[in-house]
T-cell receptor
Framework: LAKTTQPISMDSYEGQEVNITCSHN???????ITWYQQFPSQGPRFIIQ???TKVTNEVASLFIPADRKSSTLSLPRVSLSDTAVYYC???????????FGTGTRLKVLA | DAGITQSPRHKVTETGTPVTLRCHQT?????MYWYRQDPGHGLRLIHY???????DKGEVSDGYSVSRSKTEDFLLTLESATSSQTSVYFC???????????FGPGTRLTVT
């Protein structure tokens, strides 16, 4: 079964780059790895997804090594509004099931 | 918001009573999911559906059942509610294009 782990929490200062890594073994080989942001009392919100190597959009980058046993979300120049919990989401092999990572609570300090 | 609504948004019920939560979508997505979120446990998959009348179990399916009789509605039923099922329940749909999931606003359920 897929298993995912993330650091429980991270602190950063405004303007810094933040990297959050999710470790995942035995994930679906033909499915995307997706990252979400969640604020209190809200549902998770899609940030970025990728299949391999590097993907960049207007808010983040995602790095996935060739073995796909981990993925790293990179947030450039964080601001106070980026304070939230960040989750990775991966698929189980051979199913339509998905499992969330344990979540990383990011606190951005002024 | 991908046209997802959940009802009710808040519910308080007593132990032993059946409860049904509804997820409704307006964009004809094939895949729908029910998750629960508890402090210290993140989001855990309860059940999911990959089409009308096609459902399967997730990580924490004991005590829950689901039904999907039409594309737009995915119902989650707690057959006999227990205090351990006090949680926030999120419904999600999956976009066919990129596999990303979009979440509803959540239902806060309290079982007393």
């Amino acid at each position: 079964l897929a298993k995912t782990t993330q650091p429980i929490s991270m602190d950063s200062y405004e303007g810094q780059e933040v990297n959050i890594t999710c470790s995942h073994n035995n994930i679906a080989t033909n499915d995307y790895i997706t990252w979400y942001q969640q604020f209190p009392s809200q549902g998770p919100r899609f940030i970025i997804q990728g299949y391999k190597t590097k993907v960049t959009n207007e808010v983040a980058s995602l790095f996935i090594p060739a073995d796909r046993k981990s993925s790293t979300l990179s947030l450039p120049r964080v601001s106070l509004s980026d304070t939230a919990v960040y989750y990775c989401l991966v698929g189980y092999p051979g199913t339509y099931k998905y499992i969330f990572g344990t979540g990383t609570r990011l606190k951005v300090l002024a | 918001d991908a046209g997802i609504t959940q009802s009710p948004r808040h519910k308080v019920t007593e132990t032993g009573t059946p409860v049904t939560l509804r997820c409704h979508q307006t964009e004809n997505h094939r895949y729908m999911y029910w998750y629960r979120q508890d402090p210290g446990h993140g989001l855990r998959l309860i059940h999911y559906s990959y089409g009308v009348k096609d459902t399967d179990k997730g990580e924490v399916s004991d005590g829950y059942s689901v039904s999907r009789s039409k594309t737009e509605d995915f119902l989650l039923t707690l057959e006999s509610a227990t205090s351990s099922q006090t949680s926030v329940y999120f419904c999600a749909i999956r976009s066919r294009e990129g596999n990303e999931q979009y979440f509803g606003p959540g239902t806060r359920l309290t079982v007393t």
